[in-house]
């Protein structure tokens, strides 16, 4: 059965092709820093907001209607596998990435969901051979149903933390069954609403517990895949304890949890988080915890997470430029973490969606690469730092100098010279480098 008969496999046509339906950029084949765009960019369907996203907000209910929606939950559970995996042959998506609950209805009881999981799990594994698809990441879905009220690892429940103990294990079962390269971890509703009924330090405590079973767990069953946190500052709860990058890499190493997780950068969380993409993608990449990113973005006259597809050359270029400073990705990928609007009601919304997503993010590549082939920035950064290559300098970046002795130095300085940061001329060549490329 097919879904999108009406579309065609989606073609890369260049920039001069009016068919909306083609790429313009996104060539997956073609070399870029000797790497294939699509190795480099590692596309990625989000489940969720492509086949159980039905466009309801805070103020309106679903909007949208799919073919499979009409039909019983196992029915339906069944229908978007077949569906998801069309979809993403036809855009030539390598990747998908899925919460347990996205594909599988929950039941009665926490083993009918188990069950109801593996019947669709067995579908998912026959259609990833099929078409060679791969798994980006799993997860589990700890925010959603009511249960979860008070949070999963931060609940004071310890019920509850027993459940999400019970999903996660599932979770990663399952993950592992389908080969996945990593898992994430997104605090749903690991936060606070107030602080009056909070020990926040019991919540902490018990949250990097969790996760460490969870690692723990993961060694046991022989899964390899990375392990990921996914920051965002608040939403649903009003302070989220996986605030941003800096907050986690606290957090993680407080609990001698450094080496286990790598980070998951959303840019709409990023921005949330009063950070933009780029400094949220530079952070983890100085730190050495760089690894997937949640590709969409944010509304700043809005303020909430939006989960708007990328169509932000500007912004896709500077991300891509740090993904590729970073070394590229590895185990991680680029998920459009991304939905239609409530008002885009057809199917031929979503590849408008994920082509427009594709497609800057190509072009963000393209340009990044050759800004580093030229070394635009690095060279002029270099220059800019030169003083630290002085005597002076290099002492103190050696840490070979006390303070007294930077004060007798200091005392000899006639007048301090500095020079100019150049940054309206920075913009201009990243806008020229924009401008040309194509
Ligand atoms: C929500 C998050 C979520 C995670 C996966 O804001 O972005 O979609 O990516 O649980
Ligand atoms: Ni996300
Ligand atoms: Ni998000």
């Keep these: 059965m097919n879904f999108f008969s009406e579309i065609n496999k989606i073609k890369y046509e260049g920039v001069d092709s009016n068919n909306l339906l083609s790429f313009k950029h996104y060539n997956p084949e073609e070399i870029v820093l000797g790497k294939k765009m699509k190795d480099h960019l590692k596309f990625s369907m989000s489940y969720w907001h492509t086949l159980t996203g039905a466009g309801s907000d805070p103020f309106g209910d679903s909007t949208i209607n799919r073919e499979w929606d009409n039909l019983n939950p196992m029915d339906k559970a069944k229908a978007r596998v077949k569906a998801g995996f069309e979809f993403m042959e036809k855009l030539g998506l390598e990747y998908f990435c899925f919460h347990d609950k996205d594909i599988a209805p929950e039941g009665d009881t926490l083993q009918e969901y188990f069950d109801n999981l593996d019947i669709i799990v067995d579908i998912i594994q026959k259609e990833m051979d099929r078409t060679g698809i ?113 907050t986690v890499m606290n957090f993680l190493r ?21 950070h933009t993409f780029q400094h949220e993608l530079r952070l983890a990449r100085v730190n050495g915890v760089f690894g997937s990113v949640d590709a969409n973005r944010g509304d700043l006259l809005l303020g909430w997470d939006t989960d708007q597809f990328p169509t932000d050359i500007y912004d896709a270029t500077l991300a891509m430029y740090e993904i590729l400073m970073a070394g590229g990705f590895t185990t991680g990928g680029l998920n459009f973490d991304a939905k239609v609007r409530r008002a885009s009601t057809d199917t031929l919304d979503l590849f408008y969606a994920y082509i427009g997503g594709m497609d800057t993010f190509a072009k963000g590549l393209k340009v990044a690469a050759k800004l580093i082939e030229d070394k635009v920035f690095e060279n002029i950064i270099e220059k800019r730092y030169e003083s630290f290559k002085s005597e002076i300098g290099i002492k103190i970046s050696e840490k070979n100098i006390t303070l007294k002795e930077l004060s007798d130095y200091a005392l000899t300085l006639k007048e301090v010279k500095n020079t100019s940061g150049r940054q309206e001329m920075l913009e201009n060549i990243l806008n020229n480098y924009i401008f040309k490329t194509n």
């Design 134 to 246: 791969k798994l980006l990441w799993g997860t589990s879905n700890m925010f959603t149903n009511k249960r979860f009220l008070h949070g999963a690892g931060t609940t004071c429940n310890a019920d509850v933390f027993a459940w999400s103990a019970a999903q996660i294990k599932k979770a990663l079962d399952i993950t592992k069954k389908l080969n996945g390269e990593g898992y994430v971890f997104w605090g749903g509703r690991e936060g606070y609403e107030t602080l009056l009924n909070t020990n926040m330090k019991l919540e902490l405590d018990n949250l990097a517990c969790l996760l460490n079973l969870a690692t723990e767990y993961a060694k046991e069953i022989g899964f390899n895949g990375q392990f990921y946190i996914e920051p965002k500052p608040k939403e649903p709860t009003k302070h989220q304890y996986d605030f941003d990058v800096a």
């Design 254 to 274: 407080a609990y001698g949890l450094e080496d286990k997780f790598k980070m998951n950068i959303e840019a709409n969380h990023a921005t949330l988080a009063g």
